[in-house]
């Protein structure tokens, strides 16, 4: 029997299977960042232990940094501590700290990709869920906890038991206004915020080959909101040709090498998967989410299910969600009136997201009564627009383009959505309170949020183009 | 950590919402700490409070309800799902809970439960009913869990449901052991498979 692409780089990463246990399985780069760190760094400092393979790792901030003024002290203490923090470690522990005011700094599953740093075949951890998006490569690629950031400080392994794998086929062509994000919307939609616990997920089909390495990592990016514990795609002549060049990428005769091995990483025709859906990409439109957690999406022109058509079970669910959203059962998404549009997180914040919303909005307004941002991933792609000239293009329109981090992502920052509005965003939760305490989130492409910031409302992007 | 569990007798605490994520758990507003303790009095911090404000608790919240108390939560189903923030477990814990019941756990949760000795244990949607159904009829029941027996039981009724754990990690958690103290016990091994892979 054939393997899948996941056994092909599991197999490789296996140092030892504990009978009935666990495997001890061995991580080829860890990145940090000042959240889920701290804990880990005092636990090793308490047991009197080094970082194992300091080389291996790679830390950055970015869900605590201001997205304006960021040359000067961050205001708030206990985020500047934990900043500062960060920075202690990666000086006492000997780690690359890509922090603020480093040209590389920036999200930390956008700075990873674009520096080459990821690459196929991997193994790759971060203390942070979304850690998933780097399987758009090729990679094993999963969130961990603390204790975990610990143990991989601590020796360069885990104990991981394998997971169940699904293949995910995306056949056909995407409709007009269609793109990445809302094929993953779609799919959530489809099987449900926890349709895919305990699976390692790869994502198939032509949908999916003909889709841009940025693309892909928007997919990748949210697999772990259907509760996988990965996302990944099969790398191919787009995967390397976006590799190639970038700062860590291999060179000259390494480079060769590398991709004769990287070119073996797919799953052979034989072999089999626990689970597998064929979902037709035609069938797609371009999707909104109207609850609070991201399986509760709709194509723009659907309404919010009727009561009826809820499972008895889930109904206290359901309206709890409604209820928080200031929605009901039934209702049509379109021409809802928008007060924050937010284009940004690891979810598209790359270049190829804000260059698709510029060459939209290009010669067009925002509405009067919406405040846009735009939050590039990472101080790469913030000087990539300014040289592109996308910023000036985002001033004329009314769109605020701030510095690099989660920014509104995550209520955490200064930068947070007030309890009541309503914020179209491109990010990739839209849980109860998760952009500010009472924020009501809409989750979209890119397209989608700056359709709703000319309009004022939500609207279906397919009108406009 | 210094640490055990093996049985568990105490009344529980019952929140039937299904899909709680981290966000809830523990708002990201929250998580500036760079030590684990403390974070149990922020625990559901937006559901247990109006406007977050502490002292204007919501009443009918379970965790402000006095009828309810315990060691062990029950919660509806896909319970920790979204981020992989370990506060969460951390906040459990610190709120005085050593059990945690659904009948399905988000994979980042259970284990970071798992490195807190906060057992996680998987019920039938079906028993998950019964165990609401006999908590809100008799908040003072008595739920008995055995790490040893791999069993869960509601001591009134007599119902009993067993639930697994990998052997490895019971093992942990019945003597305390972590997974660092079993990799770094690994060191040469690992080094010998760095070796073998250049
Ligand atoms: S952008 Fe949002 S989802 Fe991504 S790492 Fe930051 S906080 Fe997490």
């Known amino acids: ?465 | 950590m210094g640490n055990s569990i093996n049985i568990v007798k105490s009344r529980a605490v019952p929140i039937p919402i299904e899909n709680i994520d981290t966000d809830q758990i523990i708002p990201a507003r929250f998580l500036k700490a760079t030590t684990r303790e403390g974070f149990g009095k922020n625990l559901f911090r937006d559901w247990r409070y109006e406007d977050g404000d502490e002292h204007r608790p919501k009443i009918d919240f379970p965790l402000n309800d006095i009828t309810y108390s315990g060691k062990i939560l029950i919660a509806g189903k896909n319970f920790g799902c979204g981020s992989s923030r370990e506060h969460a477990a951390w906040a459990i814990k610190d709120y005085g809970f050593d059990v945690v019941v659904s009948s399905f756990f988000a994979d980042i949760f259970k284990n970071n439960a798992l490195n807190n000795f906060l057992l996680p244990v998987l019920v039938s949607d079906p028993f998950l009913q019964q165990l609401f159904d006999e908590v809100h009829k008799n908040p003072a029941a008595e739920i008995e869990v055995s790490l040893e027996d791999q069993y869960i039981k509601i001591a009134a009724t007599g119902a009993t449901e067993s639930f697994d754990i990998n052997s490895y990690k019971k093992t942990c958690l019945l003597n305390g052991y972590d997974d660092i103290d079993y990799l770094l016990n690994m060191k040469q091994e690992i080094e010998a498979f760095e070796e073998q892979r250049v």
């Open chain 1, 1 to 465: 029997m054939g393997k899948t692409l996941f056994d092909k780089i599991w197999d490789r990463h296996v140092v030892k299977t504990i009978p009935g246990g666990p495997s001890v399985f061995y991580i080829d780069k860890h990145f940090i960042h000042e959240v889920t760190s701290p804990q880990a760094f005092k636990g090793l400092q308490q047991r009197g232990l080094q970082v194992s393979r300091p080389q291996q790792v790679v830390a950055t901030a970015d869900h605590n940094v201001p997205t304006i003024d960021q040359h000067l002290p961050i205001k708030e203490e206990l985020s500047r501590r934990q900043v500062e923090q960060l920075k202690k470690n990666c000086a006492d522990f000997g780690i690359e700290l890509y922090g603020l005011g480093h040209p590389f700094q920036g999200i930390v599953h956008v700075i990873g990709p674009e520096l080459g740093i990821t690459r196929p075949g991997m193994t790759i951890v971060c203390g942070d869920s979304h850690t998933s998006t780097h399987g758009a490569f090729g990679t094993i690629a999963f969130g961990i906890g603390t204790s975990e950031v610990e143990m991989v400080l601590a020796t360069q392994c885990l104990m991981q038991a394998k997971p169940k794998l699904m293949r995910i086929n995306v056949e056909g062509s995407l409709n007009k206004g269609v793109f990445s994000k809302d094929i993953i919307l779609y799919i959530i939609s489809q099987i449900s915020a926890s349709g895919a616990t305990g699976y390692a997920v790869e994502y198939a089909g032509s949908a999916i080959r003909n889709l841009s390495m940025e693309a892909r990592m928007t997919i990748c990016n949210m697999s772990i909101e259907m509760g996988a514990r990965c996302g990944m795609i099969a790398p191919d002549d787009t995967t390397f040709a976006y590799i190639k060049g970038r700062k860590f990428a291999p060179q000259g005769e390494a480079w060769q090498k590398a991709e004769a091995d990287w070119r073996t990483l797919y799953s052979d025709a034989d072999a089999v998967f626990d689970r597998e859906l064929h979902i037709r990409a035609e069938d797609i439109e371009p999707m909104i989410t109207y609850g609070t957690n991201p399986g509760m999406g709709i194509g723009v022109t659907g309404h919010i299910p009727e009561l009826g058509e809820i499972e008895e079970r889930e109904k206290p669910s359901f309206e709890k969600s409604l209820h928080y959203m200031g929605l009901n059962p039934g209702e049509y998404m379109k021409g809802k009136k928008v007060d924050y549009v937010f284009i940004g997180s690891c979810t598209n914040s790359r270049i190829e997201d804000l260059r698709m919303v510029a060459s939209f909005v290009k010669g067009k307004k925002k509405a009067d009564h919406v405040e846009v941002w735009v939050v590039p991933g990472s101080r790469q792609v913030e000087k990539q627009a300014v040289d592109e000239g996308i910023n000036k293009i985002f001033e004329d329109a009314g769109f605020f383009l701030r510095q690099p981090g989660c920014s509104a992502c995550l209520g955490m920052n200064e930068d947070k959505i007030p309890a009541g509005k309503y914020c179209i965003s491109t990010s990739n939760r839209n849980f109860e309170g998760r952009q500010g305490p009472g924020a009501r989130t809409m989750l979209a492409s890119p397209l989608t949020a700056a359709a709703a910031a000319i309009t004022g409302e939500i609207t279906d992007v397919r009108e406009l183009i």
